[in-house]
Structures are given as structure tokens and as C-alpha cells.
């Protein structure tokens, strides 16, 4: 088939933020292998998920890649454009979530040495691109893009949270370097991302608020948008569990022990923030659908963070052995495969259809809800 093709047509207007499908669909495979019950089939049902996950992860490589090789003007347009630049955020997570997903789910399947390995080649490209948007993204903000007053959204979170999946994900790996130096300086090394990604967000997260009591939810197609706050907030209790409990491989054992304390009292405070954020954004969400809120790609930011919170549940069912937390995980983990199950069929029929192919809408003017 020529590459001229009207299916590869379709790909010109081919954005970042397909990415988070991947990044949505291989939370639903590590939050499932991560849950502190064990339910039959679960597991199995977790790895054929991983594969659609990677499978999906290769597919969108080679369109990026074409998209760059037939349409790269477009291409280069979208690191402008206001909204899309920041979900280039979404392909290192993309990345090293399904990286995440051999380690957990993948040995089981294609062995133990080549998920280690297949690990650590995702990890490390989705770590250094994590830094690299982290990096760039903001700075476009800051010197190039034309920002307003009242254009905080979900999105800007996107380029930042990548180092906070590099910390949690990278806290796994420690155990497969031999001890000492390099094991100590990786282990402290995520803890910075950690800190790098939690600080960064926050601020971000005070604008969203802001901008939410000034002007609103700003339009039906970013309110899903809105879920992505849930992201750093969930993926760093998980941060901080995963790392309190591999301290214990890098660090002396007073400061293991100060970590896994660290675990609890971070990460307890934070959940219950995240609590509170999930039933505004569901509040939101819900009101925005009666009005009339068409399907977009955004939709998938229901799933990703969503799956954070599952896996930051987990890591505090592990540590304080609390009931109440495994029940959440499960009940949240059950909300998961709920909104992923929608909105990875919607996604399917408009991709079929074309409707997802389509140019970015040009950034308008943001006003007020109507009470």
C-alpha cells in the first residue's frame, strides 16, 4: 500500500495526546498487578491488557513517525499550539508505562531477563524525555507561547508528571543493580524526580483552582482535563510507598526506616486531598455531560490518573494494612475498568469514523459558566 493512502492521510493531524491511550491502558494492566487482593482471572486478564498496551505503543511510534516524515509542518505546529504542546508530556509516560507493565506483568510471558531489559530501555528513553518536557515545555511558556490569564487547564500538569513516573517506576528497578554506589545514586536520583515532579504540580494545581474560581470550567471539551490533577497526586503516593520500601536496598537502615514513615505520613494527607479533588472533578464532569459534553481525546484523562489513585491506594493498604484501604483500591480500580472500557470503545468508533482526525481547534476566548 503506498503511503499516500487516505489512511495514512488521516495521520496529518495526528496529536501527542493519542499517547495517553497507551498511557490509560497500561494503568489498567500494573494497577491490576499492584491491587492487595488477588481475584481469580485478574492476572491474566492484566497481561492480555499489558499486550494491547504495547501493541498500541508501537502503533502510535510508527504514525508519529510517519506524521513527521509526510506532514512535518503540522507537526512542528503542534509544539506552538498552546494546548497541544503540553501532552507531549504523555509519550514518556507512555513509555515507561508500559515498561512498568513487562516488569510486573511481562515476565511472565516473554522472561524474566527480557522484561528487566525491555524495562530499562523504556525507562530510561521515558526518563530522559520526562526531563526534557519538564524542561522545555514550561520555557516555551515562559518566553514563546501566548498565554492568558484564564488558560490554565489539566494539560499544563502533562509535561511534569513524567519524572514522578520515573521515580516510581524507577524504585522497581533498584533491586535489579548490584548494591552500592549506582543503586544508592538511582535511588536518591528518584527521589528528586520525586520532588522535582510534586513541586512543580502543586503550583499548577493552585492555578487550575484559580482559574476554576475565576472563570470556570472553561469549555466542554477540557473538562476532562480536570481528572489530570489526580495524576501527580496519585503517582506520588505511589512515588513515595514504592520508594519507602525499597530504601532498605540503598540507603542505611535509619534512613529506610525514616522513608517508609515518610510513606504513610506524605502519602495519607495527600490521598485525602485526592479524595476531595475526585469528587469535584466527578461533579464537574457530570454536570458538563448534561449540558452537552462531546466525545474527545481528552476523555482518556479518566484513565491514567484515575489508575494512580488505584496504585497510590495500594501502596497504602501495603503500609499501614488497613482494610479500609484495600476496599478503596478495589472500588477504584472497579470505577477504572468502568471508564476505560468506555472510553476506549468510544475512541475506537471515532477512529474508525475519522472524527478524531481532525485539526486541533484554534484557542478561543474563555468566559465565565452561565450559573
Known sequence: ????????????????????????????????????????????????????ATALLVLLIVAVSVQWVRHPKVARGQVRNPQMTHFYGAAPMALMTVGLGALLLGKDLIGTRLAVDLDWVLWT????????????????????????????????LMPVVPPMVSAASGALLLQHLPPGTARTTMFYGCFAMFGLSLVAALIIITMIWSRLAHYGTSGSARVPTL???????????????????????????????????????????????????????????????????????????????????????????????????????VLAYAFLLCTWGLVAVRTLRGSVGGSLFTPPPAPAAIHKDPK
Open 1 to 52: 500500500m503506498s503511503i499516500d493512502a487516505p489512511e495514512t492521510a488521516r495521520l496529518q493531524y495526528f496529536g501527542p495526546n493519542w499517547f495517553a491511550s497507551v498511557m490509560g491502558t497500561g494503568i489498567v494492566a500494573t494497577a491490576a498487578a499492584s491491587l492487595p487482593v488477588h481475584l481469580p482471572g485478574l492476572r491474566g486478564f492484566a497481561e492480555g491488557v499489558w499486550v494491547i
Open 125 to 156: 528513553a521515558g526518563t530522559v524525555g520526562g526531563l526534557f518536557t519538564a524542561m522545555t515545555i514550561p520555557f516555551l511558556m515562559f518566553t514563546q507561547l501566548e498565554v492568558g490569564p484564564d488558560a490554565a487547564f489539566g494539560g499544563w
Open 227 to 329: 481528572w489530570i490533577v489526580l495524576g501527580p497526586l496519585g503517582q506520588g503516593i505511589t512515588a513515595a510507598g514504592l520508594l519507602g520500601t525499597a530504601a532498605a536496598l540503598a540507603v542505611s537502615p535509619e534512613l529506610a526506616s525514616g522513608m517508609k514513615i515518610f510513606a504513610v505520613l506524605f502519602g495519607v494527607p495527600v490521598w485525602g486531598f485526592a479524595v476531595l479533588w475526585i469528587s469535584l472533578a466527578s461533579a464537574l464532569t457530570v454536570r458538563t455531560m448534561r449540558r452537552g459534553m462531546p466525545f474527545a481525546l481528552t476523555w482518556w484523562s479518566l484513565t491514567f490518573p484515575v489508575g494512580t489513585f488505584v496504585t497510590g491506594t495500594s501502596q497504602l493498604a501495603a503500609h499501614t494494612g488497613l482494610p479500609a484501604f484495600r476496599v478503596a483500591a
